[in-house]
């Protein structure tokens, strides 16, 4: 992990929000550094352990497949065979189920136990940041993210990486904010069935990616998937809805609705709107955020989510 101010020790910019740890620089428009603060954080690519978290998200506890081919195919494959093929192409484009469901599916990789090469088609959010994204600052909802290049529909553009907290340090958080703080728990609930229900609450405040930044939208062009790559800990993976044009701002639901099976939705809501009410209680009379994105179906307001107070 390295600590990310936008500016490195000798007070020079730093155009790259990773500080190396991506495949490709992070970038920082370069017009819009000094206009506004931005956040001290410890920059990591994946998931890191947290107070509470009862799995390492980078021990590795999944078994692997017996392939001894550069890439798995269905039909000598354990992974795909038991879990399904989760990518379409060698491009790593996630497979649609279909329009109804959506990508809803979690996704198993194969991992470090695996025996096929470093470039099988079912190793993709393992691999990091490929494309090339630029934070930059909106006119009212803070730092947001572009999308540089073009974006297919399916691809995988980053993760929503932090701290993976337990539930009692994911209320002691929220407890702990002032009405001017944002919130960056995500707290994502795997359905299952048989009323078997995982939850994991990811917080990306203090040591996350460049995930922390992507706004909300009523109607996103990016979507989370739960994907499990060496660990039982899912790694929440964005993927485009739709092609995506080069410079197009990237959203996501933080309700988790958007064409998504799995609920996923931080407990309060991300923002740089204060949020009126009482921050200690936290009352479930609470004034809701304005959302500002634009869309057309647009709610009025962030999703807002006080379950996790309260269980």
Not at 12 to 23: A, I, R
Not at 124 to 144: I, Y
Not at 180 to 189: K, L, P, Q, T
Request: net charge negative.
């Amino acid at each position: 992990m390295a600590l990310h101010t936008a500016w490195d020790a000798t007070g020079s910019y730093n155009p790259d929000l990773s500080n190396g740890l991506e495949n490709v620089p992070v970038e920082i428009d370069s017009s819009d550094v000094g206009k506004a603060g931005f956040p001290n954080f410890q920059y990591t690519p994946e998931n890191v352990p947290g107070p509470g978290c009862s799995s390492d998200p980078s021990e590795i506890t999944l078994p692997g497949c017996q392939c001894h081919l550069q890439s798995c195919e269905s039909e000598t494959c354990q992974c795909l065979q038991h879990y399904g093929p989760a990518y379409c192409d060698q491009h790593g484009q996630l497979a649609q189920r279909d329009e109804e469901s959506g990508y809803s599916r979690p996704v198993f990789e194969c991992n470090a136990l695996c025996n096929c090469g470093e470039d099988c088609s079912n190793r993709v959010v393992q691999r990091g940041v490929g494309l090339r994204l630029r934070l930059f600052l909106t006119l009212d909802r803070g730092w947001g993210v572009r999308a540089v290049e073009a974006v297919p529909r399916g691809a995988f553009v980053c993760e929503y990486a932090g701290e993976v907290i337990g539930l009692e340090e994911a209320q002691r958080r929220q407890l702990a904010q002032g009405p001017d703080d944002m919130n960056y728990i995500i707290a994502v609930r795997e359905f299952a069935g048989q009323g078997d229900v995982t939850e994991t609450f990811v917080d990306p405040a203090a040591r996350g990616n460049v995930g922390r930044f992507i706004n909300h939208s009523c109607q996103p062009n990016l979507f989370m998937v739960p994907v499990r790559v060496h660990s039982v800990v899912p790694r929440l993976a964005l993927f485009a809805v739709r092609d995506i044009a080069p410079e197009e701002e990237l959203t996501f639901d933080y309700s988790g609705r958007w064409n998504n099976q799995t609920s996923q939705r931080p407990s309060s809501s991300k923002s740089h709107v204060s949020e009126k009410g009482d921050p200690g209680g936290v009352k479930d009379s609470l004034q809701r955020k304005p959302c500002y994105c634009g869309a057309p179906n647009c709610t009025g307001y962030l999703p807002l989510d006080i379950t996790v107070l309260h269980s």
